[in-house]
């Protein structure tokens, strides 16, 4: 096993001794290791070739997919972005016992964090964290002009897929799917083409509520 699995599989270890956060919806380490860290190893292609890029994971529970991608690519700078303080907490002590150094737990709703930080990043993320309209409105605002979006997405896919992407400065998505012939997994991926409207983000929870397109 080399240097990067081992220390993702010592990850998935403390993942599911967590006693005082319920972080990931899978229990045991081989059950975390195989179904969820090896999923979130499929979308390393699309993080920034640039060194330095900065990276933000947003709605990260227990760390995925932001602490497999810090593992894998120590030159970027990756942040994990999170409103529930037990998870935050409990994904800190983990970090730092697993000493990466290029990752920074932040404690915030997305909403909040984007009126401070807004187009600062190269690269935000998301992995099971609502429909792709709703993961885009939150997630546009806070990448710069140039830079990329990403959600990993299921079987509803084609179904989440709208064309006034353009609303949020956002390109037609880009679809790929993964994980055997029978797979319905896929990650889709966002350029974004111009600045997201100041309109954006929207109040706390209206993203769910009203969709941006209507």
Known sequence: MNLQKSILYKYAEMLAGCTRARLVGTRGADEIFNLQILDCESSLEFLPSASGAKIIDVGSGGGL????????????????????????????????????????????????????????FDLAGARALASAGVTAELLSPLVRPGGKILTFKGEKVISEVNDKWRTLGLSKPSLKFYGGEDSSKCIVTWEKISPCPKNFPRRIGLAGEKKFWE
């Open 65 to 120: 997919p932001g602490v497999v991608w810090a593992v894998h690519r120590p030159d970027l700078k990756i942040f994990l972005l999170d409103s529930i303080n037990k998870k935050c907490d409990a994904v800190r002590e983990i970090v730092e016992a697993l000493e990466i150094k290029n990752l920074e737990i932040v404690c915030s709703r997305s909403e909040d964090f984007a009126k401070i930080h807004r187009e600062k």
